[in-house]
Protein backbone atom coordinates (compact mmCIF):
# COMPACT_ATOMS: atom_id res chain seq x y z
CA UNK A 1 0.00 0.00 0.00
CA UNK A 2 2.87 2.32 0.85
CA UNK A 3 4.38 1.81 -2.67
CA UNK A 4 1.23 2.34 -4.05
CA UNK A 5 0.35 5.43 -2.37
CA UNK A 6 3.99 6.44 -3.00
CA UNK A 7 3.68 6.01 -6.91
CA UNK A 8 0.37 7.86 -6.98
CA UNK A 9 2.15 11.11 -4.81
CA UNK A 10 5.18 10.72 -7.77
CA UNK A 11 2.55 10.77 -10.64
CA UNK A 12 0.57 13.66 -9.36
CA UNK A 13 3.52 15.45 -8.61
CA UNK A 14 4.76 14.88 -12.17
CA UNK A 15 1.20 16.12 -13.19
CA UNK A 16 1.47 19.23 -11.30
CA UNK A 17 5.24 20.05 -13.02
CA UNK A 18 3.82 18.97 -16.19
CA UNK A 19 0.61 21.57 -15.88
CA UNK A 20 2.56 24.35 -15.13
CA UNK A 21 5.47 24.12 -17.53
CA UNK A 22 2.24 23.95 -19.98
CA UNK A 23 0.41 26.95 -18.51
CA UNK A 24 3.93 28.97 -19.23
CA UNK A 25 4.22 27.96 -22.12
CA UNK A 26 0.61 28.81 -23.37
CA UNK A 27 1.08 32.11 -21.36
CA UNK A 28 4.53 32.96 -23.66
CA UNK A 29 2.66 32.11 -26.88
CA UNK A 30 -0.35 34.35 -26.14
CA UNK A 31 2.15 37.07 -24.79
CA UNK A 32 4.19 36.63 -27.99
CA UNK A 33 1.24 36.88 -30.05
CA UNK A 34 0.08 40.44 -28.75
CA UNK A 35 3.73 41.69 -28.88
CA UNK A 36 4.65 40.55 -32.16
CA UNK A 37 0.53 42.42 -33.38
CA UNK A 38 1.90 45.54 -31.31
CA UNK A 39 5.21 45.45 -33.39
CA UNK A 40 3.50 44.85 -36.78
CA UNK A 41 0.89 47.93 -35.85
CA UNK A 42 3.57 50.17 -35.29
CA UNK A 43 5.65 49.29 -38.09
CA UNK A 44 2.61 49.56 -40.06
CA UNK A 45 2.32 52.81 -39.12
CA UNK A 46 5.92 54.29 -39.96
CA UNK A 47 6.77 52.15 -42.69
CA UNK A 48 5.96 54.16 -46.25
CA UNK A 49 5.94 51.76 -49.51
CA UNK A 50 8.61 53.38 -51.67
CA UNK A 51 9.47 52.99 -55.59
CA UNK A 52 12.64 50.38 -55.56
CA UNK A 53 13.92 51.25 -59.38
CA UNK A 54 13.96 54.89 -58.38
CA UNK A 55 15.76 55.71 -55.03
CA UNK A 56 14.98 58.01 -53.36
CA UNK A 57 18.08 59.32 -50.51
CA UNK A 58 15.60 61.74 -48.74
CA UNK A 59 14.17 58.33 -47.29
CA UNK A 60 17.52 57.47 -45.59
CA UNK A 61 16.75 56.44 -42.04
CA UNK A 62 13.11 55.65 -42.61
CA UNK A 63 12.01 52.62 -42.37
CA UNK A 64 10.37 51.43 -45.76
CA UNK A 65 8.81 48.83 -48.09
CA UNK A 66 10.68 48.58 -50.91
CA UNK A 67 9.48 45.66 -53.52
CA UNK A 68 11.99 45.02 -56.94
CA UNK A 69 13.38 42.83 -58.66
CA UNK A 70 16.37 40.83 -57.67
CA UNK A 71 18.55 39.97 -60.58
CA UNK A 72 21.94 39.34 -62.28
CA UNK A 73 23.55 38.68 -65.40
CA UNK A 74 26.05 36.22 -64.29
CA UNK A 75 25.35 32.66 -63.64
CA UNK A 76 26.64 30.13 -61.23
CA UNK A 77 28.29 26.64 -61.61
CA UNK A 78 30.68 24.22 -60.31
CA UNK A 79 32.44 21.18 -61.15
CA UNK A 80 29.07 19.11 -60.72
CA UNK A 81 26.47 21.23 -62.58
CA UNK A 82 25.93 23.70 -65.24
CA UNK A 83 25.74 27.25 -65.05
CA UNK A 84 22.16 28.30 -64.05
CA UNK A 85 20.61 31.39 -63.22
CA UNK A 86 21.32 31.39 -59.46
CA UNK A 87 22.06 34.26 -57.07
CA UNK A 88 23.25 31.93 -54.51
CA UNK A 89 24.74 28.56 -55.19
CA UNK A 90 25.17 26.38 -51.84
CA UNK A 91 27.09 23.20 -51.60
CA UNK A 92 26.29 20.50 -49.20
CA UNK A 93 28.33 17.54 -48.49
CA UNK A 94 28.04 14.64 -46.65
CA UNK A 95 30.60 11.69 -46.89
CA UNK A 96 30.10 7.84 -45.66
CA UNK A 97 33.14 8.39 -43.30
CA UNK A 98 33.98 6.77 -39.63
CA UNK A 99 32.90 8.62 -36.77
CA UNK A 100 34.15 8.22 -33.16
CA UNK A 101 31.92 8.16 -30.45
CA UNK A 102 33.18 8.35 -26.66
CA UNK A 103 31.67 6.55 -23.96
CA UNK A 104 31.22 8.81 -21.02
CA UNK A 105 34.36 7.56 -18.65
CA UNK A 106 36.28 8.63 -22.30
CA UNK A 107 38.15 5.12 -21.98
CA UNK A 108 36.97 3.31 -24.59
CA UNK A 109 35.91 5.06 -28.15
CA UNK A 110 33.58 3.09 -30.50
CA UNK A 111 33.75 3.38 -34.61
CA UNK A 112 31.25 3.30 -37.27
CA UNK A 113 30.98 4.27 -40.55
CA UNK A 114 27.54 6.52 -41.33
CA UNK A 115 26.77 9.48 -43.35
CA UNK A 116 28.43 12.65 -42.05
CA UNK A 117 28.39 16.05 -43.42
CA UNK A 118 32.06 17.79 -44.46
CA UNK A 119 35.23 15.75 -43.74
CA UNK A 120 35.68 14.26 -39.75
CA UNK A 121 39.18 14.76 -38.95
CA UNK A 122 40.35 11.06 -38.43
CA UNK A 123 44.11 12.28 -36.98
CA UNK A 124 41.73 13.56 -34.07
CA UNK A 125 40.68 10.05 -33.19
CA UNK A 126 42.09 8.14 -30.23
CA UNK A 127 42.78 5.10 -32.35
CA UNK A 128 43.18 6.29 -36.01
CA UNK A 129 44.77 3.70 -36.79
CA UNK A 130 42.51 1.35 -39.02
CA UNK A 131 39.98 4.32 -39.12
CA UNK A 132 41.61 6.82 -41.74
CA UNK A 133 38.75 8.69 -44.04
CA UNK A 134 39.70 9.50 -47.20
CA UNK A 135 39.85 13.43 -48.36
CA UNK A 136 36.72 14.87 -49.40
CA UNK A 137 36.84 15.96 -53.45
CA UNK A 138 34.20 18.30 -53.19
CA UNK A 139 33.97 20.47 -49.86
CA UNK A 140 30.75 22.13 -49.06
CA UNK A 141 30.93 25.67 -50.79
CA UNK A 142 28.94 28.58 -51.00
CA UNK A 143 29.00 30.76 -54.42
CA UNK A 144 27.05 34.48 -54.94
CA UNK A 145 27.16 36.47 -58.13
CA UNK A 146 29.40 39.47 -57.85
CA UNK A 147 27.10 41.95 -59.54
CA UNK A 148 23.49 41.78 -58.87
CA UNK A 149 20.67 44.89 -58.33
CA UNK A 150 17.39 45.25 -56.88
CA UNK A 151 15.95 47.34 -59.37
CA UNK A 152 17.33 50.52 -58.57
CA UNK A 153 19.90 49.25 -55.80
CA UNK A 154 22.43 47.64 -55.71
CA UNK A 155 21.63 43.78 -54.75
CA UNK A 156 24.72 42.45 -53.33
CA UNK A 157 23.72 42.92 -49.41
CA UNK A 158 20.05 41.67 -49.95
CA UNK A 159 21.41 38.50 -51.18
CA UNK A 160 23.55 37.82 -48.04
CA UNK A 161 20.58 38.90 -45.80
CA UNK A 162 18.44 36.12 -47.45
CA UNK A 163 19.33 33.10 -44.91
CA UNK A 164 17.31 30.18 -45.91
CA UNK A 165 17.79 29.50 -49.61
CA UNK A 166 15.64 26.84 -51.24
CA UNK A 167 16.49 23.47 -52.22
CA UNK A 168 17.35 23.06 -55.66
CA UNK A 169 15.59 20.42 -57.50
CA UNK A 170 18.24 18.35 -59.15
CA UNK A 171 17.71 16.78 -62.64
CA UNK A 172 20.24 14.77 -65.48
CA UNK A 173 20.38 18.07 -67.86
CA UNK A 174 21.50 20.26 -64.83
CA UNK A 175 24.52 17.98 -64.71
CA UNK A 176 28.09 18.48 -66.28
CA UNK A 177 28.17 14.59 -66.52
CA UNK A 178 24.71 13.00 -66.94
CA UNK A 179 25.79 9.64 -66.07
CA UNK A 180 26.07 9.97 -61.80
CA UNK A 181 23.02 9.05 -59.84
CA UNK A 182 20.85 10.95 -58.09
CA UNK A 183 19.18 9.94 -54.75
CA UNK A 184 16.42 11.63 -53.09
CA UNK A 185 17.42 14.72 -54.83
CA UNK A 186 20.95 14.17 -53.77
CA UNK A 187 24.12 13.39 -56.37
CA UNK A 188 25.90 10.11 -55.66
CA UNK A 189 29.70 9.89 -56.01
CA UNK A 190 31.32 6.47 -55.71
CA UNK A 191 34.96 6.38 -54.53
CA UNK A 192 34.76 3.27 -56.66
CA UNK A 193 32.46 4.49 -59.91
CA UNK A 194 32.40 0.31 -60.94
CA UNK A 195 30.79 -0.80 -57.93
CA UNK A 196 27.09 -0.34 -56.70
CA UNK A 197 28.08 -1.34 -53.24
CA UNK A 198 27.92 1.53 -50.67
CA UNK A 199 31.68 1.83 -49.74
CA UNK A 200 33.91 4.18 -47.23
CA UNK A 201 34.74 7.46 -49.12
CA UNK A 202 30.95 7.48 -51.55
CA UNK A 203 29.75 11.12 -51.34
CA UNK A 204 26.42 12.48 -51.65
CA UNK A 205 26.06 16.38 -52.86
CA UNK A 206 23.22 18.34 -52.73
CA UNK A 207 22.51 22.13 -53.36
CA UNK A 208 20.45 25.29 -52.07
CA UNK A 209 19.58 28.27 -54.71
CA UNK A 210 18.61 31.80 -54.48
CA UNK A 211 16.82 32.56 -57.78
CA UNK A 212 16.60 35.76 -59.37
CA UNK A 213 12.69 36.99 -58.90
CA UNK A 214 10.53 39.62 -57.39
CA UNK A 215 11.06 40.65 -53.43
CA UNK A 216 9.87 42.96 -50.96
CA UNK A 217 11.80 43.96 -48.23
CA UNK A 218 11.08 46.14 -45.51
CA UNK A 219 14.31 47.62 -43.70
CA UNK A 220 15.63 51.36 -42.89
CA UNK A 221 16.87 52.95 -45.67
CA UNK A 222 20.52 53.17 -45.36
CA UNK A 223 21.55 54.91 -48.40
CA UNK A 224 20.13 54.88 -51.71
CA UNK A 225 23.08 52.78 -53.09
CA UNK A 226 22.33 49.46 -51.28
CA UNK A 227 19.32 49.88 -49.36
CA UNK A 228 21.13 48.28 -46.19
CA UNK A 229 23.26 48.93 -44.11
CA UNK A 230 26.63 47.14 -44.03
CA UNK A 231 25.89 45.61 -39.85
CA UNK A 232 22.61 43.25 -39.85
CA UNK A 233 19.37 45.23 -38.89
CA UNK A 234 16.99 43.74 -36.41
CA UNK A 235 14.52 45.82 -38.76
CA UNK A 236 15.11 43.67 -41.74
CA UNK A 237 12.65 41.16 -43.09
CA UNK A 238 12.65 39.67 -47.03
CA UNK A 239 9.59 37.99 -48.51
CA UNK A 240 9.54 36.65 -52.05
CA UNK A 241 7.02 38.70 -53.83
CA UNK A 242 5.78 42.14 -54.83
CA UNK A 243 3.82 43.37 -51.93
CA UNK A 244 3.42 46.60 -50.85
CA UNK A 245 3.35 47.92 -47.08
CA UNK A 246 -0.14 47.31 -45.95
CA UNK A 247 0.07 43.96 -47.63
CA UNK A 248 3.48 42.62 -46.64
CA UNK A 249 3.14 43.08 -42.70
CA UNK A 250 -0.29 41.31 -42.64
CA UNK A 251 1.34 38.45 -44.21
CA UNK A 252 4.19 38.71 -41.81
CA UNK A 253 1.53 38.90 -38.93
CA UNK A 254 0.10 36.00 -40.57
CA UNK A 255 3.19 34.12 -39.94
CA UNK A 256 3.64 35.41 -36.48
CA UNK A 257 0.22 33.90 -35.36
CA UNK A 258 1.22 30.70 -36.74
CA UNK A 259 4.30 30.70 -34.98
CA UNK A 260 2.55 31.56 -31.79
CA UNK A 261 -0.26 28.83 -31.97
CA UNK A 262 2.31 26.53 -32.24
CA UNK A 263 3.51 27.22 -28.99
CA UNK A 264 -0.01 27.30 -27.52
CA UNK A 265 -1.18 24.25 -29.47
CA UNK A 266 1.78 22.70 -28.09
CA UNK A 267 1.24 23.82 -24.42
CA UNK A 268 -2.46 22.58 -24.38
CA UNK A 269 -1.31 19.05 -25.50
CA UNK A 270 1.36 19.37 -22.24
CA UNK A 271 -1.53 20.77 -19.85
CA UNK A 272 -3.65 18.14 -21.45
CA UNK A 273 -1.10 15.37 -20.23
CA UNK A 274 -0.54 17.05 -16.87
CA UNK A 275 -3.63 17.49 -15.85
CA UNK A 276 -4.67 13.47 -16.91
CA UNK A 277 -1.40 12.52 -14.46
CA UNK A 278 -3.53 14.41 -11.96
CA UNK A 279 -6.65 13.30 -12.12
CA UNK A 280 -5.35 9.69 -12.93
CA UNK A 281 -4.28 9.50 -9.86
CA UNK A 282 -7.95 9.09 -8.06
CA UNK A 283 -9.57 8.27 -10.83
CA UNK A 284 -11.57 5.42 -9.77
CA UNK A 285 -13.69 8.05 -7.56
CA UNK A 286 -14.11 9.77 -10.58
CA UNK A 287 -17.85 9.46 -11.82
CA UNK A 288 -19.69 12.16 -14.34
CA UNK A 289 -22.99 10.82 -14.35
CA UNK A 290 -25.91 11.23 -15.01
CA UNK A 291 -24.85 14.63 -16.92
CA UNK A 292 -21.84 12.40 -18.66
CA UNK A 293 -21.78 8.71 -19.03
CA UNK A 294 -18.57 8.69 -18.24
CA UNK A 295 -16.55 7.30 -15.10
CA UNK A 296 -13.26 6.21 -14.13
CA UNK A 297 -10.21 6.46 -16.08
CA UNK A 298 -12.62 7.80 -19.41
CA UNK A 299 -13.74 10.46 -17.09
CA UNK A 300 -10.31 11.45 -16.47
CA UNK A 301 -9.78 11.98 -20.09
CA UNK A 302 -12.86 13.75 -20.72
CA UNK A 303 -12.05 15.84 -17.91
CA UNK A 304 -8.58 16.95 -18.92
CA UNK A 305 -9.57 17.55 -22.67
CA UNK A 306 -12.26 19.63 -21.85
CA UNK A 307 -10.37 21.74 -19.46
CA UNK A 308 -7.51 21.92 -21.64
CA UNK A 309 -9.52 23.18 -24.53
CA UNK A 310 -11.20 25.72 -22.80
CA UNK A 311 -8.23 27.26 -21.12
CA UNK A 312 -6.80 27.13 -24.74
CA UNK A 313 -9.89 29.38 -26.21
Known amino acids: ?16 FTLLCALGLMWS ?8 QSN ?17 PSNNNKLVVAAGKLSSGEMLEDELLKPGPYLALKRRVEMF ?6 SSDDSTPEYSINWHPGQIDFFRFRKPQGHENPLLKFPPELK ?14 II ?18 PSLEIVDNKIVIRRDPSSTELALGDMRVWYESLPPGDYTVLAVQAD ?9 SDQLVIQAGLLDAEQFLEQQGEQASESSNGILYMGTVLLCIGL ?5 SFSQRLDLRPKVNLQGQAAAIFLSVAISLTVLL
Do not use: C, H
Open 1 to 16: MKLSALKTKSRASLGV
Open 29 to 36: GTVRSLKD
Open 276 to 280: LSILG
Open 224 to 232: ERSLLGSER
Open 160 to 177: KAISDPARLILTKEMLRD
Open 97 to 102: QWAEER
Open 144 to 157: TVGQSTFSGFDGSR
Open 40 to 56: INAALGRAITIDAVSPD
